[in-house]
C-alpha cells in the first residue's frame, strides 16, 4: 500500500468494475454521490488512523444494494460485497467480515451503534449534512421515484422526510464525535422549524431540478 494512500490496483479495479454500477442508479445515489463518500471516508479513516484500503472498498460497495429492494439496500450491499471473491486480493476473511458489517451498519436509519471503527466511518461519510446538499438529494429521489407526483405531492414528501430523518426527532444518529456534520446538522433543523424558510429551499431545488430535466 503506498503510504498515507490507497493501493493503486485497488483503486484501478473499483473504478474499472464497482464505480460504473452507480450510473444505474438514482440521481441522489448515483457516481457524485458514492465519490463524495469516498472521499470523505478517507478523510475521516486518515485522521482516526483506521486501513485506508478498508475504508475505500467499504464507501464504493455500500450502496450497490440499491439494485434491488431500497429498504433493505444496506444489507444486500454487504452481501455483494461479502460475495465479491476478487476483494480477496487485498483482504483477509477478517477484514472482510468487518467490512461487511460495516456497509451492513452504514444506514442512517439503523437502530443499532455500529459494530466497528469502521461502519462509524461509512456512516458519518454517508450523511453529507451540507444543506444545499440534503435538501437538492430530497428532491431528486423524490423525483426520480414518484414521477407521478405533482409539485404539491412532492412538497408534502420533502417535509414528511425532512422531519423523519433530520429533524429533533428523526432518525439520524451521528458517530464520529465533533464531527463537521454536527454543526451542519443544526443549519438543517434551524430550516426545517421554520416552514416557510423549508418550503423556499424546496421550490428553489424542484425548480432546478425540474428545469434540468425537461
Known amino acids: 500500500m503506498i503510504e498515507n494512500n490507497v493501493s493503486l490496483d485497488l483503486m484501478e479495479f473499483v473504478e474499472k468494475n464497482i464505480l460504473p454500477r452507480y450510473n444505474d442508479f438514482d440521481r441522489a445515489h448515483a457516481l457524485p454521490h458514492v465519490t463524495s463518500v469516498i472521499r470523505r471516508s478517507l478523510d475521516i479513516a486518515r485522521r482516526m488512523g483506521a486501513d485506508l484500503n478498508m475504508a475505500y472498498a467499504i464507501a464504493a460497495y455500500h450502496d450497490l444494494g440499491l439494485s434491488g429492494p431500497r429498504a433493505i439496500h444496506h444489507i444486500t450491499s454487504g452481501k455483494i460485497l461479502s460475495a465479491d471473491a476478487r476483494l480477496k486480493k487485498w483482504f483477509s476473511a477478517e477484514q472482510l467480515r468487518i467490512m461487511k458489517e460495516a456497509v451492513e451498519d452504514h444506514r442512517a436509519s ?33 423525483l ?47 430550516i426545517i422549524s421554520n416552514a416557510e424558510l423549508l418550503r423556499k429551499q424546496f421550490d428553489r431545488f424542484y425548480d432546478e431540478e425540474t428545469k434540468q430535466g425537461s
Open 110 to 142: 439503523a437502530s443499532h451503534t455500529p459494530r466497528s471503527i469502521y461502519g462509524k466511518i461509512v456512516a458519518e461519510a454517508d450523511r453529507d449534512l451540507n444543506p444545499d446538499n440534503v435538501f437538492r438529494r430530497t428532491v431528486q429521489f423524490g
Open 144 to 190: 426520480s421515484n414518484y414521477p407521478q407526483f405533482d409539485k404539491e405531492q412532492h412538497w408534502q414528501r420533502f417535509v414528511e422526510h425532512m422531519k423523519a430523518k433530520y429533524s429533533e426527532q428523526g432518525y439520524i444518529r451521528l458517530w464520529i464525535p465533533n464531527s463537521p456534520n454536527a454543526e451542519k446538522l443544526n443549519e438543517i433543523r434551524a
